[in-house]
């Protein structure tokens, strides 16, 4: 069973405004979408950007007909969704987040489970895997040593829990400890 790609791709949040003509910060910004000319949705308006400043990490941008401060604030807050047509196209190696959720991860020909999200942490970003068996989430970090191969095509990730510090029967309900090294998210 494929999934079908999402049509629209999530690139931020409307913060709080910057100036007085209408700019605003993105918080939770996905900058690579955020270019100028790009046409994005806030609630049910598209507009295009007209100007980008700031930082990849705190961007600040002013959409066409955002002209003042108290238009920018009366957007605080809803979600910023760029057409999936119009994401710029990723290197070898890398995906987005919506590809890479629900692949069944695997280590060798053994089903571990099913990736529930991606998440950025401040080194890395991480797979978060739901176990087969339940239990507890396992962090799965983004780097070749953890991952031996991505196939989107098949929904398939391979991952080496070796290189996790676990063993295929640590990974379930019955675990009673991570080894060490190990990654696990606390909930």
């Given at each position: 069973?494929?999934?079908?790609?999402?049509?629209?791709?999530?690139?931020?949040?409307?913060?709080?405004?910057?100036?007085?003509?209408?700019?605003?910060?993105?918080?939770?910004?996905?900058?690579?979408?955020?270019?100028?000319?790009?046409?994005?949705?806030?609630?049910?308006?598209?507009?295009?950007?007209?100007?980008?400043?700031?930082?990849?990490?705190?961007?600040?941008?002013?959409?066409?007909?955002?002209?003042?401060?108290?238009?920018?604030?009366?957007?605080?807050?809803?979600e910023l969704t760029?057409?999936?047509?119009?994401?710029?196209?990723?290197?070898?190696?890398?995906?987005?987040?919506?590809?890479?959720?629900?692949?069944?991860?695997?280590?060798?020909?053994?089903?571990?489970?099913?990736?529930?999200?991606?998440?950025?942490?401040?080194?890395?970003?991480?797979?978060?895997?739901?176990?087969?068996?339940?239990?507890?989430?396992?962090?799965?970090p983004m780097v070749?040593?953890?991952?031996?191969?991505?196939?989107?095509?098949?929904?398939?990730?391979?991952?080496?829990?070796?290189?996790?510090?676990?063993?295929?029967?640590?990974?379930?309900?019955?675990?009673?400890?991570?080894?060490?090294?190990s990654k696990r998210?606390?909930?």
């Amino acid at each position: 069973m494929t999934a079908e790609p999402p049509q629209t791709l999530p690139a931020g949040r409307v913060g709080r405004p910057h100036g007085l003509d209408g700019s605003f910060y993105v918080t939770g910004a996905r900058a690579r979408l955020l270019t100028v000319g790009t046409r994005v949705t806030v609630g049910v308006t598209e507009a295009a950007i007209v100007r980008r400043s700031g930082t990849e990490a705190r961007p600040i941008v002013r959409l066409e007909g955002i002209e003042d401060r108290a238009a920018a604030q009366e957007l605080r807050g809803r979600e910023l969704t760029v057409q999936a047509e119009q994401a710029p196209s990723l290197q070898e190696g890398e995906w987005w987040a919506h590809e890479l959720e629900g692949c069944e991860v695997f280590d060798g020909d053994g089903r571990v489970g099913s990736v529930t999200r991606l998440l950025e942490l401040p080194s890395c970003e991480a797979l978060e895997v739901l176990p087969e068996q339940g239990g507890e989430p396992l962090l799965v970090p983004m780097v070749k040593d953890a991952i031996r191969g991505v196939e989107i095509e098949r929904r398939r990730i391979d991952v080496d829990l070796e290189f996790l510090g676990l063993e295929r029967s640590e990974v379930g309900p019955r675990a009673e400890k991570p080894a060490a090294g190990s990654k696990r998210l606390d909930r």
